[in-house]
């Protein structure tokens, strides 16, 4: 049985995105708003999926909406081997597998079990991607939620924040209030 991760489906604070004998995580993006549509294309075929979400509330008619939105829009992460790959390019739905090798998979594990982190912080607490790198002394945290995790704490405009850079996809996650987490 495949594992589908998504945010509303996982409630475990402990999980981690591990690997699978001759199968590799792909960042895959997609065509404009295909990401869910991707992530059942995946159900439908009994592959993997991870697409991480946050929560985001707007006002429609005068009503607190609350629905889930792509932490990286237009990437949709697969748990893929050769024939599933070929089943996913010809979906329609995507424009491009990032490629992955042996020496950058370990490195795309690490960076999806830290947006893992982050996506169960934006439960409580605001996170935001920013799409820029960020420079300062790196350090790993000890303690806390985010034990473990390789980032740098910047001070911008009175505020404290926790930043991870994420090499494969050239952005950052952040999150403010950073000494609540560490």
């Not at 912080?121 to 790993?140: E, N, W, Y």
Request: with cysteine; hydrophobic share 40%.
């Amino acid at each position: 049985m495949p594992l589908f991760i998504e945010s509303q489906f996982i409630n475990d604070d402990c999980y981690l995105i591990g690997t699978s004998p001759e199968h590799r995580w792909y960042p895959v993006y997609c065509k404009p708003n295909k990401e869910k549509k991707l992530s059942e294309l995946a159900t439908q075929k009994n592959i993997s999926w991870y697409l991480p979400t946050f929560l985001h509330y707007r006002m429609t008619r005068g009503h607190r909406v609350e629905s889930h939105i792509p932490m990286f829009p237009g990437y949709v992460f697969l748990l893929l081997n050769r024939q599933q790959n070929w089943q996913v390019k010809t979906s329609g739905l995507i424009i491009r597998i990032l490629p992955v090798t042996e020496k950058t998979e370990q490195q795309i594990l690490e960076d999806l079990n830290n947006i893992r982190k982050f996506e169960l912080i934006s439960r409580t607490q605001p996170v935001k991607v920013r799409a820029d790198l960020i420079p300062g002394k790196r350090f790993i945290v000890s303690n806390g939620k985010l034990k473990g995790t390789e980032g740098v704490i910047v001070k911008i405009k009175n505020r404290t924040e926790f930043i991870v850079h994420l090499d494969f996809l050239g952005c950052s996650l952040a999150t403010v209030h950073a000494m609540d987490i560490l």
